[in-house]
Structures are given as C-alpha cells and as structure tokens.
C-alpha cells in the first residue's frame, strides 16, 4: 500500500472556527509533513515530524498546529484562521534515516489534499 | 533559497523531446523531481544523490550536477500523459534536518 490519505477533501470554514486536518500513510514511514500550496505555485513546507516528533518548523503561525499521534497518523488543527489560509494543504510521508545511519533522501508520497475554504 | 526552474512553461507535439533545468544557489546533497498534474497530488519521479546515485522508475532521465548546483530533467518522446507541472526539490541538508525547498515549477503540454 502506497497510499497517503487525507480527510476532508473540501472544508470550507469561518474565521472563529475550528477544525483538523487529517493524514495517514500504512507504509511504515517515520517522517510526515505537511505543505501549503496555492494554485500555480509550489508546495511550501509548514511542518516535518520524524519518528513522531516535530523536527521543523517553518516559522507557521500559531493558528495552525500539528500533531502525531502516532507513527502512522498526523493531524494539523486549525483555528482562528484568515482567508489568505485558504489553500491546498499537502500531506507527505517518507521513510527516515535512523540516528547513526548515514544520511540519505527519500521520496515523498503525497496525499490527495485538502482544499482550504477560509470565509 | 528557492531552486530557480527553466523555462517556465512548454508545448510539445507527441513525441518530442524537452529539458527543465533546476538551479540552487546553495550546495546540494540531492534533487528530487515530481510531477503535478491539476487537481492532483504530486507524483515522485527521481532523486538524484549527491556522489551520483540515480533513483527514478520511469522512463524520464535526469542529471545532476553537484559542482554547478544544477539538474536537469529530460522527457524524451514525449507522451499526453507526460503534461503536467514539474517540480524540482532540492535538499541543501545544512543540519541534520531534513527538507525539500520546491522550485517554481514548470508547466508542460503536450498535444496531439
């Protein structure tokens, strides 16, 4: 199984609300992300997790936070957002070095999305 | 820094050949290339790691040159089904952590 899901597919939401995103990959993957894409541009990098812990951030506002639950599941809980959030928000998984094995790269598998609505 | 991706956008007939470039500012420990086709997630098609290693599972090829911070991505006899936005994604591995920063993209077509 190759596959990264995501729910919703679609949310549309007001500026007081709060919602989650969710993400989950059965590969056996130990580092997630998540990315924000507006159309025409490139994905940008919000979060990394590896081995479940939050190892980048990329300066995200506190409106958006991530969580890991486990190894297999992450989730990104969204509050108080404003309509310039409203986007497709990307998740990735990949596998991951182990402390004291050299270092590599690894590809991404990215889940199908979901597209932000922020009213 | 962001990769800087060329051209920005190309039309091909079936079965011609095309080129994007990618080039970093900064040294690189690998490229990776994916493709994006609207609507959809972005697909992997090669990692390409510094000392020369190639990973890739398609028909693409790529190159990369560590010296110049460059890489290269060539569709050779083009499909319809090769139409997409390409990214490339390079990985400058400054510390231990690991991220991908995504060049602007390339649109491609291809006709009939």
């Known amino acids: 199984d190759t596959e990264v899901t995501q729910t919703p597919k679609h949310l549309v939401m007001g500026m007081t609300n709060k919602k989650s995103l969710k993400c989950e990959q059965h590969?056996?993957?130990?580092?997630m992300y998540w990315y924000k894409q507006k159309a025409k541009k490139p994905p940008e990098l919000m979060f990394v997790?590896?081995?479940?812990?939050?190892?980048i951030n990329e300066s995200v506002p506190s409106r958006f936070s991530p969580e890991c639950p486990n190894s297999s599941l992450l989730n990104l809980h969204l509050h108080a957002l404003q309509p310039e959030d409203s986007a497709l928000y990307l998740c990735?998984?990949?596998?991951?070095?182990?402390?004291?094995?050299?270092?590599?790269?690894?590809?991404?598998?990215f889940g199908p999305g979901t597209r932000l609505t922020v009213t | 820094q962001q990769p800087v991706q060329s051209p920005q956008a190309v039309i091909l007939r079936e079965g011609e050949d095309a080129v994007i470039n990618c080039s970093s500012s900064?040294?690189?420990?690998?490229v990776h290339w994916y493709r994006q086709k609207h609507g959809e997630a972005p697909i992997f098609l090669m990692i390409?790691?510094?000392?020369?290693e190639q990973k890739g599972h398609d028909k693409i090829s790529a190159s990369f040159n560590e010296k110049k911070q460059q890489s290269s991505l060539y569709l050779t006899a083009s499909q319809l089904s090769y139409s997409g936005t390409y990214f490339c994604?390079?990985?400058?591995?400054?510390?231990?952590?690991?991220?991908?920063?995504f060049g602007s993209g390339t649109r491609l077509l291809v006709r009939p």
């Open positions: 390409l790691l510094k000392g020369g």
């Open positions: 997790y590896s081995y479940e812990k939050l190892s």
């Open positions: 994604g390079t990985d400058g591995r400054m510390d231990s952590s690991y991220k991908l920063i």
């Open positions: 990735a998984s990949s596998q991951f070095y182990k402390a004291g094995e050299a270092m590599s790269s690894y590809e991404q598998y």
């Open positions: 590969m056996g993957h130990r580092a």
């Open positions: 900064k040294a690189l420990y690998s």
